[in-house]
């Protein structure tokens, strides 16, 4: 089945630095999704990108689908944008990354 | 515009025992998907219900099962339950179903199987 990478698994940051979070998956995709876990364990939508590139306020997304990976930018992190990123592609089921732990330090 | 939603919050359980995890999806969506959270398993494909009919299936055992309401919600019902269930059970909607629509997910059921 498909395989779906996180990279880094743990980030940690001083409040307002920025960051890029990485997902590589090892086959085409039709749909590609970032999310992010609060520590109730809710997941929020961040994107839903399967290609291009999407901004929202101090988040961007940027998928390359024909190089099977997807970046996730934070720019001027703050404490609550600390918690678990994951992204999740779709092939025949949703199939996501073991997610990366952000940790901003203020 | 009401987000997804899901009952109970918490749920405990002794081993044995049979779960049954409620969710109603966001209006006007008619595909659910359920995911199983587990403590170093990650997120997990369960099921996928679309008009009522169960359409995709992970790989989980058939004691876990559910089904579809004509109002499009669903619920979950886990048989025989074993300490391992123990997880945080996800919900999802989407207005169709795979591949191409984004899934909203709701704040989960955590289950303690004890």
């Known amino acids: 089945g498909i395989q779906v990478e996180q990279s880094p698994p743990d980030l940690i940051l001083q409040e307002g630095a920025n960051s890029t979070l990485r997902c590589n998956f090892s086959d085409s995709v039709n749909n590609l999704q970032w999310f992010h876990q609060n520590p109730w364990g809710q997941l929020i939508n961040l994107f839903y990108?399967?290609?291009g590139t999407k901004q929202n306020g101090r988040l961007s997304a940027t998928t390359v689908a024909t190089e099977r990976y997807s970046l996730l930018y934070i720019s001027s992190s703050q404490t609550t944008d600390s918690g678990v990123y994951f992204c999740a592609v779709v092939y025949n089921d949703m199939r996501f990354g073991a997610g990366t732990r952000l940790t901003v330090k203020p | 515009e009401a987000g997804v939603t899901q009952s109970p919050t918490h749920l405990i359980k002794t081993r044995g025992q049979q779960a049954t995890l409620r969710c109603s999806p966001i209006?006007?969506?008619?595909?659910v998907y359920w995911y199983q959270q587990a403590l170093g398993l990650g997120l997990q494909f369960l099921l996928w219900?679309?008009?009522?009919?169960?359409?995709n299936r992970g790989n989980f055992p058939p004691r876990f099962s559910g089904r579809q309401f004509p109002n499009y919600s669903s619920e979950l019902n886990v048989n025989a339950l074993e300490l391992e269930d123990s997880a945080l059970y996800l919900c999802?909607?989407?207005?169709?179903?795979?591949?191409?629509?984004?899934?909203?997910f709701g704040p989960g059921t955590r289950l303690t199987v004890l």
């Open positions: 999802a909607s989407s207005l169709d179903g795979w591949p191409y629509n984004e899934q909203f």
């Open positions: 990108i399967p290609s």
């Open positions: 209006s006007g969506h008619t595909s």
């Open positions: 219900y679309d008009e009522g009919e169960e359409r």
